[in-house]
């Protein structure tokens, strides 16, 4: 038995020693390449150990190129100067008393009858407490002649030249818009939250009834506007209140430099009175039509019944009415006078004073709107 092992070992030792006749094989196995990272790396670490000093920062506080690829170069880093926006109004000289600059687009919708308004940004804003960008701006938006409502942008902190970027929407008819138009005011909030006005702005919409383009445009501030950015006339006017009788009287004295489109034809005048009581018309009457002239003379007197107690919420609205015979009539302006809730300026004052002198006429000219 210990035989046949021996026998089937040796025989077993035979299959895998190999004859000495039989050629070997030269094979050798690739040498391990390091990851490129580890390779940047230590080139990093070669330069740093070559040219930094002992106290030199460590490997991971060194910057590396924001761009890499699985190879030999990277491409750098990306210069950020290159893409920035460049403002082409940085180098516009300003006149030394300036008062600013505004941006802003319009655009109108005639289907909705809206109003878009974009306020962009301001420049130039004066400083009024000395140094550099020491205002704190907003924007007011008045859809005149009506200052009693108006839309308003944020606030921004010490900021001469401010980017708002914020729309706004005003709800107007496109018969109205012709007669309409846009003032901005940017006020400034001083250390004792008083708000002031650095300056005004005006833009009239009539250009913006036939085009349904976007319109961006800049207008200089100015520390003092008219009510309106074209003259559309004037109307001297007289009024009287008898607190005893609760009677208001209303004398449509004359009318100078009423604009016609048609400068060889005078136009045919009239002028609309109406009393309204919490903005809804209560009566209408009108004067006799002066034809061919732009300086009509009227004199002619209204009387309606007002109790004094209704006086607060009640106001008159002169509205003068170019007559075109056989064609539709068309407003030419109108004046707006009444307490603080429907009038400003000049035509506050004189409700006030016919107010403060019962039964003493009040007369003066007032600038149609």
Not at 65 to 88: H, K, N, R
Not at 326 to 352: T, Y
Request: proline share 7%; with cysteine; charged share 25%.
């Amino acid at each position: 038995m210990s035989s046949l092992r021996r026998n089937s070992f040796k025989k077993f030792y035979s299959l895998i020693v190999l004859p000495s006749s039989m050629k070997t094989i030269p094979f050798t196995l690739p040498p391990s390449t390091p990851p490129v990272v580890r390779r940047q790396k230590s080139l990093l670490d070669a330069e740093l150990g070559a040219n930094s000093a002992p106290n030199s920062p460590k490997i991971s506080q060194v910057k590396r190129p924001s761009v890499e690829i699985p190879g030999d170069f990277a491409l750098g880093t990306i210069d950020p100067t290159l893409y920035s926006v460049i403002d082409e109004d940085d180098n516009t000289d300003y006149p030394p008393d300036h008062l600013g600059r505004i941006w802003f687009a319009l655009e109108y919708e005639a289907d909705s009858e809206k109003l878009l308004v974009t306020l962009m940004k301001a420049k130039n804003l004066p400083s009024k407490r000395g140094g550099c960008n020491n205002c704190d701006p907003y924007v007011r938006i008045f859809l005149m002649p009506d200052e009693r409502r108006y839309l308003q942008s944020k606030q921004k902190r010490k900021n001469c030249n401010p980017k708002f970027e914020e729309s706004f929407v005003f709800q107007i008819s496109k018969k109205a818009l012709e007669e309409r138009h846009l003032k901005f005011t940017v006020y400034d909030v001083d250390r004792h939250k008083k708000h002031i006005a650095m300056g005004h702005a005006l833009f009239p919409l009539q250009p913006l009834c036939d085009n349904k383009e976007r319109v961006v445009t800049s207008r200089d501030l100015e520390r003092e506007v008219l009510d309106t950015p074209f003259h559309l006339g004037e109307l001297k006017l007289a009024l009287c209140y008898n607190d005893h009788l609760d009677r208001l009287t209303v004398c449509i004295l004359e009318g100078r430099g009423f604009k016609n489109n048609d400068e060889f034809n005078p136009t045919d005048s009239y002028v609309k009175v109406s009393l309204l009581h919490q903005n809804k018309t209560v009566k209408t009457k009108k004067t006799d039509t002066i034809k061919k002239s732009e300086d009509p003379v009227f004199n002619q007197s209204f009387t309606f019944k007002v109790a004094n107690e209704f006086m607060d919420t009640s106001s008159l609205t002169m509205t003068v009415v170019q007559h075109h015979g056989p064609h539709k009539d068309k407003n030419l302006g109108r004046v707006i006078i009444g307490p603080f809730m429907f009038s400003r300026g000049k035509e506050l004052e004189c409700w006030n004073t016919m107010l403060a002198k019962p039964r003493e006429q009040i007369s003066t000219w007032f600038n149609l709107t």
